[in-house]
């Protein structure tokens, strides 16, 4: 890469898409992929993954218009190195494949400001490996760093705090861009945060890689993990586990009770719909005003084998179902006598339902707002 190239490439990438993308067909596309490479290289540090006992594999995607330039970064095993090098050349099949429009990834790159992500796709090959769900796969590391460095990640950035810590929430999904929008406000205060699932499953001394992150991103509050298994190995310092099973309300409050009026409440436990709605209701009730309630892994709502539906998208006993009505919820006072609805406490509790991708964000808060003025016509008149 000639150093003219690199100027005009750098200069562009903090000026408008269309600068940078002129810049990238004058340069070529592949030359604009290796400046790429350079800036990403020094920030890697991947020689501090010592775990693969296999070659693994990482290919990157980058799209400049009708062209796709491919390289893939092979990590080595036993910690003997890792390289950038053409697509395909390597026996070993690519374990995830990022795809990026190379000038959104130069801009987040080298960018000063950083840039979305928002045409970058992650697609993992053993996606459908079982062992996969509970212990990612070794490359889930190695995308991690890959991500961060594209980013310019630092110590005030969430998805940093996540590859530093191992927490899934980054990488596999794509949770924690959106946990950084919805918490800033309350990453000051000295909050209450209680995470349902602490990880690691059977093993007692397994997971905790969220409980450890939220304790680095809100520096002055106390972060409680209940699990069903026994995780008092992650106490530590601002970090408290508690035991009981999420699906019995009794034992869920009674171990809840001491922790006070939570700030925030993630449930990640058993995903199996029945319990998440049990616990809603159960918990909800103790959140803060002002304080978030969320659920991941929406998926299982869809899905039969955890208490979802195939039937209906809005069945009440799946979590989108309930979702969906705390939508309805949110704008009762709009409501026609055509729609009639039962009223719940909820009504006037919730401030602001967010979803994303297997991810809702409950804001609670007074939601007293009158409803449109009555003689604005509701029903179309008679024709
Ligand atoms: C997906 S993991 C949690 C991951 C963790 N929150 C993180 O982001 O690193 C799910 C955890 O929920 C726990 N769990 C499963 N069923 C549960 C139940 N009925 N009550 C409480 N915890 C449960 C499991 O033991 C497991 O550790």
């Known amino acids: 890469m000639d150093f003219a190239t690199a100027r005009t490439l750098v200069r562009a990438a903090t000026l408008g898409i269309d600068d940078l993308e002129r810049a990238i067909a004058a340069a070529g596309a592949c030359a604009a992929v290796d400046f790429l490479l350079d800036e990403i290289r020094p920030r890697l540090r991947l020689s501090e993954l010592s775990e693969f006992d296999q070659d693994t594999i990482v290919r990157l995607c980058l799209q400049a218009g009708a062209e796709t330039v491919h390289r893939d970064l092979v990590v080595r095993r036993n910690g003997s190195g890792w390289a950038f090098g053409p697509s395909g050349e390597h026996p070993v099949a690519a374990a995830a494949v990022i795809t990026q429009d190379l000038a959104e990834a ?56 996540a590859a530093h810590h191992g927490s899934d929430k980054w990488g596999l999904h794509n949770y924690t861009p959106h946990y950084q929008r919805h918490f800033e406000p309350l990453r000051d205060e000295p909050i209450v945060l209680l995470e349902i699932g602490v990880g690691g499953y059977q093993d007692p001394t397994g997971g905790g890689a969220s409980l450890r992150m939220w304790r680095d991103f809100f520096p002055r509050a106390l972060v409680y993990g209940l699990d069903v298994v026994d995780k008092s190995a992650h106490d530590e310092g601002r970090i408290r586990t508690l035991l009981a099973d999420q699906a019995d309300p009794g034992s869920l409050s009674r171990a809840v009770e001491p922790i006070g009026r939570p700030d925030i409440i993630i449930d990640d436990g058993s995903h199996i719909n029945k319990h998440v709605l049990s616990t809603f209701r159960a918990l909800f009730p103790l959140l803060r005003p002002g304080g978030k309630y969320v659920i991941e892994d929406l998926q299982t709502a869809y899905w039969p084998s955890f208490g979802g539906s195939e039937q209906s998208t809005c069945d009440p006993h799946t979590t989108i179902g309930l979702l969906k009505d705390l939508v309805d919820g949110l704008n009762h006072q709009e409501l026609t006598e055509r729609n009639p609805r039962s009223s719940s406490t909820t009504d006037t509790q919730i401030a602001g339902v967010h979803f994303h991708h297997n991810l809702a964000v409950l804001d609670k808060g007074l939601n007293l707002e009158p409803g449109a003025p009555s003689w604005l016509a509701r029903t179309q008149p008679e024709s």
């Open 106 to 161: 130069l801009r987040g790159t080298v960018s000063p400001s950083g840039a979305s992500a928002a045409t970058r796709s992650v697609q993992w090959r053993d996606a459908d490996d079982f062992t996969a769900f509970h212990s990612p796969p070794a490359a889930f590391r190695v995308v991690q760093r890959l991500l961060a460095a594209m980013e310019r990640r630092d110590d005030r950035d969430l998805s940093a705090l």
